[in-house]
């Protein structure tokens, strides 16, 4: 049910505001809130007016992180 409403929001907010999506590529860092580091092999999406990260796992499957879930993300080659 929770992937269902994630997805469900990600493709709202996709449709809507496609100019606000910057891609970022190459590996990258994020520190969440609660300490805890994930490390993104593959490209993110960072919705500029939200702030929210979407990007796929080691599994492929598609997460999101909100603005208020984390810290900071670093991204290089």
Excluded: H, P, W
């Excluded at 805890?36 to 702030?51: A, E, F, K, M, P």
């Excluded at 990260?53 to 208020?68: P, Q």
């Amino acid at each position: 049910m929770k992937r269902i409403f994630f997805a469900s929001i990600l493709f709202l907010t996709m449709s809507g505001c496609i100019s606000d999506i910057e891609e970022i590529t190459g590996n990258c860092k994020v520190v969440l809130k609660d300490g805890t580091t994930l490390s993104v092999s593959q490209d993110i999406r960072q919705n500029t007016r939200t702030g929210t990260i979407t990007y796929r796992d080691e599994e492929g499957n598609l997460k999101s992180v909100f603005k208020e879930d984390y810290e900071t993300f670093n991204c290089g080659s």
